[in-house]
């Protein structure tokens, strides 16, 4: 089945800077890939997606690439800000397994 | 529109208990899943529903019973509590497939097993 491997676990950045978290997977004929952000004490909200036809898709100061090759997938947020503070998590589906598989998320901390 | 509502928000239980998680949806989505999620572990889907009637196991199925009477509600019964089921669970609502559309996360309730 389809396993998704997230790093890293934990990423502080100053604000201003960029934001890089890294996914891959490991079923080919996965073919959608959304990323989700979690506040303390909330559930999940997706915040970009992606599918296998494209290979990078913006939304403001969020990016995300794919390369299907490799098998992995990224997070881009440029220019923080406290408030993305955050645990965020990448998921692929569409493989042979079908449901939704998330890795085990990355805690970012922007500081002022 | 309330979205996905959870209830409890909190509960403690001691071992062999059973208990309900509710969820509701007030957006006519079709699809409805339950995840948990662990420390370190993400989030582990441990039953969907494709529709009113149908329910099918996730990757963590042990445990958990299911069932969709109703397009809105989809709760959650753990039949004999133990403490490995201690976890915060979520349930997630989608208007398509839920493996290739936004799925709509409730708020989590926290369940503690002694």
């Known amino acids: 089945g389809e396993n998704v491997e997230q790093h890293p676990s934990t990423l502080s950045v100053q604000e201003g800077d960029s934001a890089v978290i890294k996914c891959t997977y490991s079923d080919s004929a996965s073919n959608y890939f959304p990323w989700y952000k979690q506040e303390l004490g909330k559930g999940p909200q997706l915040i970009i997606d992606i599918r296998s036809n494209v290979g990078e898709k913006k939304d403001q100061r969020i990016a995300v690439t794919l390369n299907k090759t490799a098998k992995h997938f990224s997070l881009h947020i440029t220019e923080t800000q406290p408030e993305d503070s955050a645990v965020y998590f990448c998921?692929?589906?569409?493989?042979?397994?079908?449901?939704?598989?998330f890795g085990k998320g990355t805690k970012l901390s922007v500081k002022p | 529109n309330a979205g996905v509502t959870q209830t409890p928000k909190f509960q403690v239980l001691k071992t062999g208990q059973s208990m309900t998680l509710q969820c509701a949806q007030d957006?006519?989505?079709?699809?409805m899943s339950w995840y948990r999620q662990d420390p370190g572990m993400g989030l582990r889907l441990i039953h969907y529903?494709?529709?009113?009637?149908?329910?099918d196991q996730g990757e963590v199925p042990n445990g958990y019973n299911v069932s969709r009477s109703t397009t809105e509600d989809f709760p959650l019964r753990l039949l004999s509590a133990a403490p490995s089921q201690t976890s915060v669970y979520f349930c997630a609502s989608s208007y398509g497939d839920h493996s290739g559309d936004t799925q709509y996360f409730g708020p989590g309730t926290r369940l503690t097993v002694l």
């Open positions: 998921a692929a589906s569409g493989g042979s397994q079908g449901n939704l598989i």
């Open positions: 529903s494709v529709g009113a009637g149908i329910t």
């Open positions: 957006m006519n989505h079709e699809y």
